[in-house]
């Protein structure tokens, strides 16, 4: 139904910032409820923030709040992860993920589609 493409990935400095993008495929990205989330060297998947069809409601994970931000354009079928004052702990492999629920889904189980994610390494 939809193909999911992060990228934007790679090594930045603690304090710095970077910009994921999430390309999907299809003619019905809007009506997919977005959401972000990470895997840390050794954790389990971590909800880091969602997004609403229309891009109103915008909901985060308490470790990143303040930090990041989640945008999407759906002329462009992009969700985008705008990641601000980057610490060494949020080097994780970040993933896209879409759902057809209309709420802001923060569980990997209520979500149908991911993309392959993208290495995002943060740097002393």
């Known amino acids: 139904q939809v193909q999911l493409v992060e990228s934007g990935g790679g090594l930045v400095q603690a304090g710095g910032s970077l910009r994921l993008s999430c390309a999907a495929s299809?003619?019905?990205?809007?009506?997919?409820?977005m959401g972000w989330f990470r895997r840390a060297p050794g954790k389990e998947r971590e909800f880091v923030g969602g997004?609403?069809?229309?891009?109103?409601?915008?909901f985060y994970g308490d470790s990143v709040k303040g930090r990041f931000t989640v945008s999407r354009d759906n002329a462009k079928n992009t969700v985008y992860l705008q990641m601000n004052s980057l610490k060494y702990e949020d080097t994780a492999v970040y993933y896209c993920a879409a759902t057809l629920y209309f709420w802001i889904a923060r569980e990997t189980t209520e979500y149908n589609y991911w993309g392959q994610g993208t290495q995002v390494t943060v740097s002393s």
């Open positions: 299809g003619r019905t990205f809007s009506s997919y409820t």
């Open positions: 997004i609403s069809r229309n891009g109103i409601d915008t």
